[in-house]
C-alpha cells in the first residue's frame, strides 16, 4: 500500500492540504475558546484553505472538523488493492447488539439512523433453537448477483474481492436491489441528509452520495489503502468481527490476530445461505458458548 | 364547421363514407375526451415535475419495496401490446378472416402500449438523466439490456405494421379527402410516401406484410418473456420461478384479447360502426377469451400449486400472504373476478352480446392489471433475512398520490396516443385486394 503515494500524488496533496487545515481548524477553536473570555466574538482568525489560500474567519464561525480521508476516483477505484483479497468472520457468539458498528457506519458513510448499511439481526432458526444476533452487511460475494444484473456496469467486483457502486454511472433501475438475496443494498430515494460535501466523489467512501442512485456496505476501501480497519471492526466493543486477507490467511479483530484457516475449522466457520452460490466473502461462527446471554432489550433501547 | 365538412365532402360509396366520416367531423364528445386526458396528463406531469425535484421519495417505494406500481404497470402495457401480434400475425396467419376489421385498431393498440411502456419504465428510473448509459455502458448479460434491445425491436416491427398496412388506406384519404384542413391535406400526402396502387407496389406490400406477420410472432413472445426474466433471474419467491415466461405470454394474450373488446366496443358505438364490427366480433372475440384464458389458468395453477404444496421458508411465507394474508382480497379479486368467472360467463351466449362482454373485459382488464401488482410487490416483501431495523414505513407499500397520478397518466397517454391515431387514420382497413398470385387492384370501391 505503501507505492500509493507514486501512483496518486495529486490525491496525497489534496490529503496534506486538507489536513494542514483541519490542524488550523483546530488551533483556531481553542484559540478562540481561550480568548471568549475575553468577549472578542468578532475577532478574526486567518487560515488556509484546502487549496492554500489564506483567509480570515470570525471566531465564532469556526467549528472543529473531523479529519476526512478520501477514496480513489471512479476511475481508480474499479482495480483494487494490489496482492489483497479482503475476507471478512463475523463471530455470532460474542454479539450482544451493542450496535456501536453500525453507529460507526453511519457517522462514517453520512447515512441517517433509518437505512443503515449494517444491521444487526434478531435470528432464531426455530422455535425451539435459542434466539441470536446476527450482524449483516454486503456479503462481498465472489459470484455475485447484483454485479450480473447490472445493465450499465455501475456496480462491480474488484480484484481484492470488494464490491463497490459507482455513483456516477448508476442510472437507478435498483435491478441489483431485487436481484441481492441477503437485502444488503439502500437507495437514496431523496436528497442526500449530509447536503453538499464539497469533497471529490469517490465510490471507496460512496461520498458524497449521490440522489437516485444505489449504495451499500463497501468494506471501507479508504481504509484498507491507509492501512486501517474498516470502522465497523475497529468500534466492535466485543471484538465481534475479524477482518483480514484470504492470501495472507489472517484475520484480526483489533485485539487478537488469528489465522483465517484456523478460525474457520476449530470455530466451525460458514456462510450464510451456501445453497445460493453467492460464494460471499461474509464467514460466520456459530453462537455457540455465548460471551453474553440474549437480551431482548438491547434492541428497544436503541 | 364540421357539420359543413361533411355535407360538402362527395363519397363514392356508402362504405366510404361511414369508415371515413370520422376522420372530417369533430364531435364535442371526442374535444371533451381530449380535453380530459389532457386534464389526467397534467396531473400526472405535476406528479413527475415533484419526482423530478425532490427524487424517488416522493414515492412510497423504500429499501425492501423497491419496485412499485411503475414497474407493474410497464409489464402491464408490455403485455397489452402484445395483442397487435395476435391479430396481425396469429389470426391472419390462420387466415381468420373474421378478425381483419379489428387487425388495425389491435396494431394502434400495439404500439401506443409499448410506446407507454418504454416512458413508464424510464419514470421509474432513479437517475433519467443518465438513459442514454444503457447505450453507452451497456453490459450485455443483464437482462435489462435485453429488454432494452427486445422492447426497441418490437416497436419498431410494430410501427412498420401498422403503417405498411396503413398505406392504401392514406393514399384514398390523400386523393379523396377534400375537405379538410392543410395540415391534414398535407400530413396524408407526406405519409402516403407516392402510394399509387400501382401492382407492383401492392405486390411488394402483401409481400412485406407476410414477412412482418413471420418476424413479429417470436418477437412478440420474445419481448414478454424477457420481461418475466426480469424477474425470474432473482432470487425473490414468486419470481423464481421456470414457469414465468409461459404464465406471463399467455396472461399477456388474454389482457390483450379483453383490452381489444373493450376498444372494439367504444370504437364501434363512437364511431358508429356496427356495420362493421358487428355481434358476431363479439361472440367470436367472447370464445378467443376463453381460450386464452384457459391457456392462462392451467399456468396459474402451475405457478401456486408447487409451492403451496411445499410451503417452503419464504415461498410459503410469500403463498400464505397471497392466499390469506394481507393481499387476499387482491388476489382472490384478481383469480376469480379477472379469470374464472369470466371464463365461465363467456362459455354462455348470451354474455357474448356487446354489452355483457365489454362488463366482463373490464373485469378482466381491471383483473390483469391487479396481477401484476401481486406479482411485483408482495414478492419484495419477502426477504430471506427478517426485515429488521429500518423505519417503520419501510414495511409497507401504499403508493403515493403521484404515483397514481403519474400511473393513471400514463393511461390518459396510452388513450391519447389511440384516440388520436383513430381519428387521422381510417380504423376499420378500407382497401382490399385479393389475395392470389395475380394481385388484382379493386377499383372504385367508393
Request: aromatic share 12%; with cysteine.
Amino acid at each position: 500500500m505503501e507505492n500509493d503515494t507514486t501512483k496518486i500524488p495529486a490525491r496525497r496533496k489534496f490529503l496534506i492540504d486538507l489536513s494542514n487545515g483541519s490542524v488550523l481548524a483546530i488551533y483556531g477553536l481553542s484559540y478562540n475558546s481561550i480568548s471568549s473570555c475575553k468577549q472578542a466574538s468578532e475577532e478574526k482568525t486567518t487560515l488556509m484553505t484546502t487549496d492554500g489560500k489564506l483567509v480570515q474567519v470570525p471566531n465564532s464561525e469556526i467549528e472543529e472538523m473531523e479529519h476526512l480521508s478520501h477514496g480513489a476516483s471512479p476511475k481508480e477505484a474499479r482495480k483494487g488493492i494490489p496482492g489483497k483479497k479482503f475476507v471478512m468472520v463475523v463471530d455470532l457468539a460474542k454479539c450482544k447488539n451493542a450496535k456501536n458498528c453500525i453507529e460507526a457506519c453511519d457517522k462514517h458513510h453520512n447515512l441517517t439512523p433509518d437505512r443503515p448499511y449494517i444491521k444487526v439481526l434478531k435470528m432464531q432458526d426455530n422455535e425451539k433453537s435459542a434466539p441470536y444476533w446476527m450482524p449483516k452487511k454486503c456479503f462481498q460475494c465472489d459470484n455475485p448477483p447484483c454485479v450480473k444484473v447490472c445493465p450499465v456496469g455501475a456496480t462491480y467486483k474488484r480484484t481484492d474481492g470488494i464490491v463497490l457502486v459507482d455513483n456516477e454511472r448508476c442510472i437507478g433501475c435498483r435491478f441489483c436491489m431485487a436481484a441481492c438475496p441477503y437485502s444488503a443494498r439502500v437507495f437514496n430515494w431523496g436528497a442526500p441528509p449530509e447536503g453538499k460535501l464539497d469533497i471529490p466523489y469517490s465510490p471507496e467512501t460512496s461520498l458524497p452520495s449521490q440522489i437516485g442512485t444505489v449504495a451499500k456496505c463497501d468494506f471501507c476501501p479508504e481504509m484498507l489503502r491507509q492501512n486501517k480497519l474498516p470502522h465497523c471492526v475497529t468500534s466492535c466493543p466485543n471484538g465481534v468481527i475479524y477482518f483480514g486477507d484470504e492470501i495472507d490467511d489472517t484475520v484480526t479483530n483489533g485485539e487478537e490476530t488469528v489465522r483465517l484457516s484456523t478460525l474457520l475449522k476449530e470455530k466451525a466457520g460458514y456462510r450464510y445461505m451456501e445453497e445460493l452460490g453467492t460464494k460471499p466473502r461474509v464467514y460466520y461462527l456459530p453462537p455457540v458458548d455465548r460471551l453474553f446471554p440474549f437480551e431482548e432489550t438491547t434492541q428497544e433501547n436503541s | 364547421m364540421s357539420k359543413s365538412n361533411i355535407e360538402l365532402q362527395k363519397f363514392r360509396t356508402k362504405r366510404g363514407k361511414r369508415l371515413l366520416t370520422h376522420l372530417i367531423s369533430t364531435s364535442l364528445q371526442y374535444k371533451l375526451w381530449i380535453a380530459f386526458l389532457l386534464l389526467l396528463i397534467v396531473l400526472g406531469l405535476i406528479g413527475y415535475y415533484r419526482q423530478l425535484r425532490y427524487g424517488l421519495v416522493v414515492t412510497a417505494m423504500r429499501d425492501y419495496t423497491s419496485w412499485g406500481i411503475y414497474i407493474s404497470n410497464f409489464v402491464f402495457f408490455v403485455a397489452i401490446s402484445l395483442v397487435g401480434s395476435l391479430f396481425s400475425s396469429i389470426l391472419k396467419l390462420n387466415k381468420n378472416l373474421w378478425a381483419r376489421p379489428l387487425t388495425r385498431i389491435s396494431e394502434i393498440i400495439a404500439v401506443a402500449a409499448i410506446i407507454c411502456a418504454a416512458v413508464i419504465i424510464i419514470v421509474d428510473m432513479g437517475r433519467p438523466d443518465r438513459i442514454f448509459y444503457v447505450i453507452t455502458h451497456l453490459r450485455i448479460q443483464s437482462p435489462i439490456i435485453w429488454d432494452v434491445i427486445i422492447i426497441s425491436t418490437y416497436l419498431v416491427i410494430s410501427i412498420l405494421l401498422l403503417y405498411i398496412s396503413l398505406l392504401p388506406d392514406i393514399a384514398l384519404c390523400r386523393d379523396r379527402l377534400t375537405e379538410i384542413p392543410k395540415w391534414k391535406k398535407t400530413l396524408y400526402r407526406i405519409t402516403a410516401i407516392n402510394w399509387h396502387n400501382h401492382p407492383k407496389q401492392i405486390a411488394m406490400l402483401q409481400k412485406v406484410n407476410k414477412i412482418l406477420a413471420i418476424a413479429i410472432l417470436p418477437v412478440a413472445f420474445a419481448i414478454h418473456t424477457v420481461t418475466s426474466w426480469l424477474f425470474a433471474t432473482t432470487w425473490r419467491p414468486g419470481w423464481d420461478s421456470t414457469n414465468l415466461g409461459p404464465y406471463f405470454v399467455s396472461g399477456a394474450f388474454m389482457a390483450g384479447a379483453a383490452v381489444i373488446i373493450v376498444a372494439m366496443y367504444f370504437v364501434r358505438k363512437h364511431l358508429k360502426l356496427s356495420k362493421y364490427i358487428t355481434n358476431i366480433h363479439f361472440d367470436k372475440m367472447g370464445k378467443l377469451l376463453v381460450l386464452l384464458s384457459l391457456v392462462y389458468l392451467y399456468f396459474n395453477i402451475n405457478e401456486y400449486l408447487g409451492p403451496a404444496f411445499k410451503m417452503v421458508g419464504v415461498e410459503g411465507e410469500h403463498i400464505t400472504e397471497l392466499f390469506v394474508g394481507n393481499y387476499a382480497p387482491m388476489y382472490w379479486f384478481v383469480q376469480l373476478g379477472g379469470l374464472i368467472l369470466p371464463i365461465i360467463f363467456l362459455m354462455f351466449n348470451r354474455f357474448r352480446k356487446p354489452l355483457p362482454i365489454l362488463i366482463i373485459s373490464i373485469f378482466v382488464v381491471l383483473g390483469a392489471w391487479f396481477k401484476r401488482f401481486l406479482i411485483v410487490i408482495p414478492s419484495l416483501q419477502h426477504p430471506y433475512l427478517p426485515i429488521q431495523g429500518v423505519d417503520e414505513s419501510y414495511l409497507h407499500y401504499n403508493p403515493t398520490w403521484e404515483e397514481w397520478a403519474i400511473t393513471i397518466s400514463s393511461f390518459a397517454w396510452l388513450l391519447l396516443i389511440i384516440t388520436v391515431l383513430i381519428k387521422l387514420f381510417p380504423v376499420i382497413p378500407i382497401k382490399k385486394y385479393k389475395q392470389g398470385s395475380e394481385t388484382i387492384f379493386k377499383q372504385n370501391i367508393f
